[in-house]
Structure formats: C-alpha cells, structure tokens
C-alpha cells in the first residue's frame, strides 16, 4: 500500500497559479502511474492529469490541457500539479492517486486506482 499526502491547496483569484504536491510513502512507487483528480460539490470525482512513473509519460483532461502540468521528482516520491491562469470552474477539493499496475498512460478512471490521498481544498474567486 502507497500513503499519499497532499499539500498546496488554497484560495486563489481567477488568472492565478497553485502548485500541488503528492508526498507518497510506503511502498516504492516506481511501477506506479499516478493521477490527480478533483471534485467539486455535488459533481463527481474526475481526472485531472496523470504521469507514469517510469517513463513520464503525460495525460490531461481536455478542460486542463495548456493550463496544467503534472511532474514527478523520483528521488522525492513526490508528483506536482502546477496549475495556471485557473477559472471559478476549477474551484475543488483535488486527490492524489496511484494505480499498481504498469501503464502506458495514466488511466483517467476513478476505479483504476488503489490509493488516495486525503484531498486538498483549490478554491479560485472571481
């Protein structure tokens, strides 16, 4: 099992830019691909971007593309989601995630995915 913690959250005005960072502990994460997701109130969990550990290979959902970058650091078993020019409608509470089977991009499905972190709070006013 993989303990994921994440940290970087907070309010932000609309144009503005956060970073999150992932801390994973635990069992080593190098064959693991890792995902951020985010959910909003009311609305479902869903994928935000994602980064296979091995290669690095990148995915992003198409309401984040050129906004947002997702990095990993293996020395730090840390994973980063740098998040500009941010809109109202990216305001959510945003998860770390890990999936133990190897890929060749990150899966952008919830169930795809064995550990979760306990969520930061991104809120972004007009």
């Known amino acids: 099992q993989v303990q994921l913690v994440e940290s970087g959250g907070g309010l932000v005005q609309a144009g503005g830019s956060l970073r999150l960072s992932c801390t994973s502990s635990g069992r080593t994460v190098s064959r693991y691909a890792m995902g951020w997701f985010r959910q909003a109130p009311g609305k479902e969990r869903e994928f935000v971007a994602g980064?296979?550990?091995?290669?690095?290979?990148?995915n992003y959902a198409d309401s984040v593309k050129g906004r947002f970058t997702i990095s990993r650091d293996i020395a730090k078993n840390m994973v980063y989601l740098q998040m500009n020019s941010l809109k109202p409608e990216d305001t959510a509470v945003y998860y770390c995630?890990?999936?133990?089977?190897?890929?060749?991009?990150?899966?952008?499905?919830?169930?795809?995915?064995?550990?979760w972190g306990q969520g930061t709070q991104v809120t972004v006013s007009l």
């Open positions: 980064i296979t550990w091995n290669n690095g290979n990148t």
């Open positions: 995630a890990a999936d133990p089977r190897p890929r060749l991009y990150a899966a952008t499905y919830v169930t795809e995915y064995a550990s």
